[in-house]
């Protein structure tokens, strides 16, 4: 095979991208950033009228984009998710999983319905869906792109509160280690990324509480969305066809190493 120089495209028209976590914060802009690139994208999320707002924002932009109502932690719905979006712009040929949620607390207050909570939408619900993906791109014999979006909280955790965040964030590393093994052999690339603090509806909303916390960072700053475009792209575009099974940690060396 003769390659081209250099050997590296962006390009996504013809693909259809689900992407869970679409109505706000990374969600937002990874829905947005692959519509640009030309992949048909579907809008999951509990928030119906936010990614209608942004399926809106994206058909005036010139992209396609089909807003879907979904809990992840709820198997039936992510389940049929995958199978209404095929219908409606195609098989699924890119997964995000972005979706989760925080805790915030220290291991011993947390109540038995939190716990299944962060563990539904941070873990399971990653892992159900990356499978029924996989299942129809296995049955179809076509190649596909999956990226969990994890945390760099899943390498450094200070013993304040959020231990189960950092579990399941640790664990969605390892979930992409392992469905890569099994699926490589299938065309379907599997990696994660880790973000550090990174500007958010729920970021934002903490810093308010607590206070302005890049100043504890080595470079005073938070990330903003946009800084995670080249990032995203780069592993859901054919320029990765050779990268599976890896994590990039996005943040700014915010975290001890």
Not at 143 to 161: E, L, Q
Request: aromatic residues 6%.
């Amino acid at each position: 095979m003769t390659y081209p120089t250099p050997n590296f495209s962006i390009d996504l028209t013809g693909q259809t991208a689900l992407v869970t976590g679409a109505s706000s914060g990374l969600g937002r802009r990874f829905a947005l950033t692959l519509a640009a690139a030309g992949a048909k994208v579907a809008l999951a999320a509990r928030r119906l009228d936010k990614l209608e707002a942004l399926s809106e924002e994206i058909r005036a932009a010139g992209g396609v984009a089909q807003p879907f109502a979904v809990d992840v932690t709820d198997a039936d719905q992510l389940i049929a998710v995958v199978g209404r979006a095929e219908a409606t712009l195609g098989p699924v040929t890119i997964l995000v999983n972005n979706a989760g949620i925080p805790d915030a607390q220290r291991a011993t207050k947390m109540s038995t319905d939190l716990i299944d909570r962060v563990i539904g939408a941070n873990l399971r619900g990653p892992y159900i869906l990356s499978c029924e993906v996989a299942r129809r791109l296995i049955a179809l014999k076509l190649p596909g792109r999956m990226v969990n979006i994890s945390s760099a909280g899943a390498y450094d955790y200070d013993g304040n509160g959020s231990a189960l965040y950092s579990i399941t964030k640790a664990a969605l590393i390892r979930m992409t280690e392992a469905l890569a093994i099994e699926w490589a052999t299938f065309g379907i690339n599997v990696n994660a990324i880790a973000p550090g603090a990174f500007h958010s509806e729920m970021m934002d909303g903490m810093i308010a509480r607590i206070g302005d916390i890049s100043e504890n960072f080595r470079r005073k700053r938070m990330g903003d969305p946009a800084q995670l475009d080249s990032t995203l792209l780069f592993l859901v575009s054919p320029s990765s066809e050779f990268v599976t099974g890896t994590c990039v940690r996005a943040d700014d060396a915010q975290h001890n190493r």
